[in-house]
């Protein structure tokens, strides 16, 4: 059976699919300096946005490593008209061209998780030729916001990633963004071992939380930049290679869409090639406010080009008012937890599609963690099979085996959680302990096309393996 979907932000194909968004109250401000939803302001739409007729791209933050090769920059496009999706590589250095690496189709699940059907791939940093899938490859999900917004996508055997679609700020007028890092694995070095490794995330030394200030046209500036390590002990400092206060940037029409590319600090020679490689970062702001970042073409590279550490950022348009947590935490998502690995072993990192919040809480969920007016349960699903008929006749609702407790949001920045707490419970796919825990965390919150998003950034000590963990979820309901 062919299946069809509802990417409203790729391609608008009927009433009855125009009126099935207008009933879901979504809410999308594209005017400069006007407000959007919940008194969020918009973005600027100078530039023009990919018609609704043709097939949207997005750019992509990898995350961690496929093949044993750090993937730098990637390319998603869908295609709503043939119900089919792309996935490009494209290394900006040592000459190599883009590679399409991943081809197939994708049919709609319960409230609004994509289940996407490879059938072809020729994984990165492989060389022959690539292989056709018939019957498809399953095991790949993604979760889209409409309006050229972005979203999350995971490949079978490869990490969640961060989807935005670009657009050039068109004001002199600044707009706030507050980001996470996305982790690199995790380093946690022994004493004595003052600076970051590469191809890791230290989070006593490097950036976990920032904010910028974005404005411009073709030429965009980054000021305020502020950043700041993982709290301990309820405190952070300022990450030992942060970036200036103020960069500027070029925003113009790239394969990933209208991209923000940031001059990098410093220039990297790669020794033997003869190549200089000058460090950039890429960013991708869509008109919703959704913000992500590569941080430069170098991932054997360990500094901090522009906002995130690790691989890049994942950001929001900062809240103009404090957030009602007890509504965000009330609502329902779609999303992915991510664990990074560590240095020990650095392809050891996990990545589960997920479901939280609820219809009707489970009764399990009180073995995970004691409920809070700011806590949100949910977890992976049964067989990290989100299609199961069994799921989808229920709802598409996953387990409760994981929750997240957001805390009080911070006082002088709305929409920031600087203690937040994840807690695990002894029957998550992911808990090798066998026992239930919790970690510390933090997390930003805000709006993307009149739905939540939330995206949490954690440190656990407690499990094995020793590792970050990223939350991204994007409300379903």
Known sequence: MKYSRNFRNIVQIGAARRSKYASAGLCVAVLFGSTGCNGLPSVSETATETPKNVPQTYMASVVGETNGVTSVLQAYSFDNRADTFQQATNQLQHGNPSQINNSGEFKPLARGLLELETTYSFPFGTAGTGTTYNPPQTGSWAVELPDNTGGLVQLQSQPVTPLGAGVCPGSTQAHTYQFL?????????????????????????ETAYGSVDISGGGSVTLANTQQSTFPSGGSSSAPSMAVA??????????????????????????????????????????????????????ADTPYQNA???????????????????????????????????????????????????????????????????????????????????????????GNCDYAIDLGQQDASNNGYYPAATIYVGASFSGNTTGTAYSFPAIAIAGQLAGKNAIFVLGVDTAGSPNQAVGIYLLQSN
């Open 307 to 397: 906002l995130g550490a690790g691989t890049g950022a994942v950001g929001l348009l900062k809240p103009s008012a404090a957030l009602n947590t007890g509504t965000l935490a009330a609502a329902q998502y779609n999303g992915f937890i991510y664990g990074s690995g560590n240095a020990s072993s650095p392809f050891n990192f996990s990545s589960t599609v997920a479901s939280f919040g609820f219809a009707s809480t489970p009764a399990s969920c009180a073995s995970v963690a004691a409920a809070t007016s700011t806590l949100i349960y949910g977890g992976d699903f049964p067989n990290n099979d989100p299609s199961a008929a069994a799921v989808q006749s229920a709802g598409g609702f």
């Open 181 to 205: 890092t996305v982790s690199n694995p995790l380093l946690v070095p022994a004493a004595g071992t003052p600076q970051p490794m590469l191809q890791t995330w230290n989070p006593a030394l």
């Open 245 to 298: 206060a103020s960069a500027t940037g070029l925003c113009s029409a790239s394969i990933y869409g209208n991209t923000i590319t940031v001059p990098g600090q410093l220039t990297v020679s790669n020794p033997g090639s003869g190549e200089t490689v000058p460090a950039s970062a890429t960013i991708g702001v869509s008109a919703s406010g959704l913000l992500v970042e590569s941080n430069g073409a170098n």
